[in-house]
């Protein structure tokens, strides 16, 4: 299974944008990499997903490096509400399973 | 539009009670269906997945078990809890087949503590 590994937390002030990065250096090449938030005490909600090119939604932004090796989460204006843990996942091709990480910590700071 | 119910929010059990938690999916057919865990301070981990009537992938052998009796239901037991099943658990959804850029939705969770 294609795993991920993230940094364990990371602080950002509110209004600047929040970069969290993730690493997937073993993903197949028809894997996509998906970004979920889970705020404590709650299910993760979706944030975004993408398999190669670059990915923009309401919520954030997705960069995806050309080798597909690692990719970036951005945040363009993070909020307090934005305190969370995010998490960094790969569907694993051929099959069913979305493995989750220990995720990173996100502190957003008035 | 399709939503995932998941109850009861909160549990507590005494050590060596059963356990069956249930999770229902609505405005869907042949969902893909998933239970995980997350201990406290923990990431989520993957215990089962169904991607049928029947249907059940375990992933990691412990003292649970889950059962899809219906299309849009999944249930997870226990005949005798422990203390390390405490945690939170989350019951999810995909959309059937194959396709690897299905997005996961989740559940509202229960909170689970065996005391």
């Known amino acids: 299974d294609a795993k991920t590994t993230q940094p364990t937390s990371m602080d950002c002030a509110e209004g600047r944008a929040a970069n969290l990065p993730c690493n997937h250096s073993?993903?197949?090449?028809?894997?996509?990499v998906y970004w979920y938030r889970q705020i404590h005490s709650q299910g993760p909600q979706y944030i975004i997903h993408?398999?190669?090119n670059n990915e923009t939604n309401e919520m954030a932004s997705l960069i995806i490096t050309e080798d597909r090796k690692s990719s970036t989460l951005i945040l363009p204006h993070a909020t307090l509400r934005d305190t969370a843990v995010y998490y960094c996942?790969?569907?694993?091709?051929?099959?069913?399973?979305?493995?989750f990480g220990t995720g990173t910590r996100l502190k957003v700071l008035a | 539009s399709q939503t995932i119910h998941q109850w009861p929010a909160t549990l507590v059990q005494p050590v060596g009670s059963p356990l069956s938690l249930e999770c229902t999916v609505e405005?869907?057919?042949?969902?893909?269906l998933y239970w995980y865990r997350q201990a406290a301070g923990r990431g989520l981990q993957l215990l089962f997945y169904?991607?049928?009537?029947?249907?059940i992938s375990s992933e990691v052998p412990q003292n649970l078990s889950a059962s899809r009796p219906q299309d849009r239901q999944f249930i997870l037991s226990s005949k005798k809890l422990l203390l390390s099943d405490s945690g939170f658990y989350l019951c999810?959804?995909?959309?059937?087949?194959?396709?690897?850029?299905?997005?996961?939705?989740f559940g509202s969770g229960t909170q689970l503590s065996v005391l």
């Open positions: 405005g869907t057919s042949n969902p893909n």
């Open positions: 996942i790969v569907r694993v091709a051929l099959g069913y399973k979305y493995i």
């Open positions: 999810a959804w995909t959309s059937g087949g194959w396709a690897t850029n299905e997005k996961l939705f």
């Open positions: 169904s991607v049928g009537i029947g249907q």
């Open positions: 073993t993903i197949s090449g028809n894997e996509y």
């Open positions: 993408g398999l190669k």
